[in-house]
């Protein structure tokens, strides 16, 4: 009859089960985040191919961003239903920014776990997911109505349209704020206009074309030398005409 193991023996087998484990689960999440970022990025694209067909219906104009008349802000993106249906995604009839869980970024946890009352009936708040660019001017309220014609961007390709993001908008001197976004854990209980650097640091983003790029880092998309918006001529900064200039009389 074979010896059976000594106790030495087992924990020296437990001990390399463990080491193989350790090795193997840094790949595990790795692959994980992987595939939770290449779900986000189709919902990405599934939010830039429903503005191509948006801006068709809509003589050329992309979806507004916000209505604030007379400073009084009226609604949003994520309450454009016309949008909505454009996008084929479910919504909370009755608070139309709670959209249907599985569209939301896998890794928007300020979305993902609000509470109970708040996800009613499998919705979450599509605000703390995606935001869209929102630099149509000097100041936030102005244009009041804050869109543009498709056509009358000079390079649609290289504009952000709809990103990883804790708020409904995004603002070109919050673009370097993946140290910020760290700090706050996504959301710091009130409105930052911040994207959101979730995929191995880097930031999903579909663009005024289309098409979706994944994992952006921060310092393309914002020049530390330049720290806030132009007030004047936007075509002067070079970062911010690239990426981020849909001022409609500055094309």
Same mark, same amino acid.
């Given at each position: 009859?074979?010896?059976?193991?000594?106790?030495?023996?087992?924990?020296?087998?437990?001990?390399?089960? *463990?080491?193989?484990? /350790?090795?193997?689960?840094?790949?595990?999440?790795? *692959?994980?985040?992987?595939?939770?970022?290449?779900?986000?990025? !189709?919902?990405?694209?599934?939010?830039?191919?429903?503005?191509?067909?948006?801006? @068709?219906?809509?003589? @050329?104009?992309?979806?507004?961003?916000?209505?604030?008349?007379? &400073?009084?802000?009226?609604?949003?993106?994520?309450? #454009?239903?016309? =949008?909505?249906?454009?996008v084929g995604v479910a919504y909370n009839p009755n608070s139309p920014k709670y959209w249907s869980r599985g569209f939301l970024c896998p890794?928007?946890?300020?979305?993902? #776990?609000?509470?109970?009352?708040?996800?009613? !009936?499998? =919705?979450?708040?599509?605000?703390? /997911?995606? @935001?869209?660019?929102?630099?149509? &001017?000097?100041?936030?309220?102005?244009?009041?109505?804050?869109?543009?014609?498709?056509?009358?961007?000079?390079?649609?390709?290289?504009?952000?349209?709809?990103?990883?993001?804790?708020?409904?908008?995004?603002?070109?001197?919050? *673009?370097?704020?993946?140290?910020?976004? @760290?700090?706050?854990?996504?959301h710091n209980g009130g409105v930052n206009v911040m994207p959101a650097y979730r995929h191995g640091n880097g930031l999903n983003a579909a663009f005024y074309d289309g098409h979706v790029r994944s994992r952006i880092v921060? #310092?393309?998309?914002?020049?530390?030398?330049?720290?806030?918006?132009?007030? /004047?001529?936007?075509?002067?900064?070079?970062?911010?005409?690239?990426?981020?200039?849909?001022?409609?009389?500055?094309?």
């Open positions: 009859m074979r010896n059976p193991f000594t106790l030495l023996e087992l924990l020296v087998v437990v001990a390399i089960i *463990a080491i193989l484990a /350790s090795m193997l689960l840094p790949a595990l999440n790795q *692959a994980r985040g992987r595939a939770r970022s290449t779900r986000c990025a !189709g919902n990405l694209k599934q939010l830039g191919t429903a503005e191509q067909l948006y801006s @068709g219906d809509s003589d @050329g104009f992309g979806l507004p961003n916000v209505y604030v008349i007379n &400073g009084v802000y009226i609604e949003s993106w994520t309450g #454009n239903r016309a =949008y909505l249906r454009t890794e928007a946890s300020i979305s993902l #776990n609000e509470v109970a009352s708040q996800r009613d !009936g499998g =919705y979450a708040n599509i605000q703390y /997911s995606y @935001g869209r660019n929102n630099e149509y &001017g000097p100041s936030w309220k102005i244009p009041e109505i804050r869109c543009i014609k498709i056509g009358r961007l000079k390079n649609p390709s290289g504009k952000l349209l709809v990103m990883d993001a804790t708020d409904w908008n995004v603002e070109y001197d919050k *673009a370097n704020s993946y140290r910020l976004y @760290g700090e706050k854990n996504q921060w #310092n393309e998309i914002y020049d530390p030398s330049v720290t806030s918006r132009p007030t /004047s001529d936007p075509t002067l900064k070079t970062v911010y005409n690239q990426y981020w200039n849909l001022w409609p009389n500055a094309q």
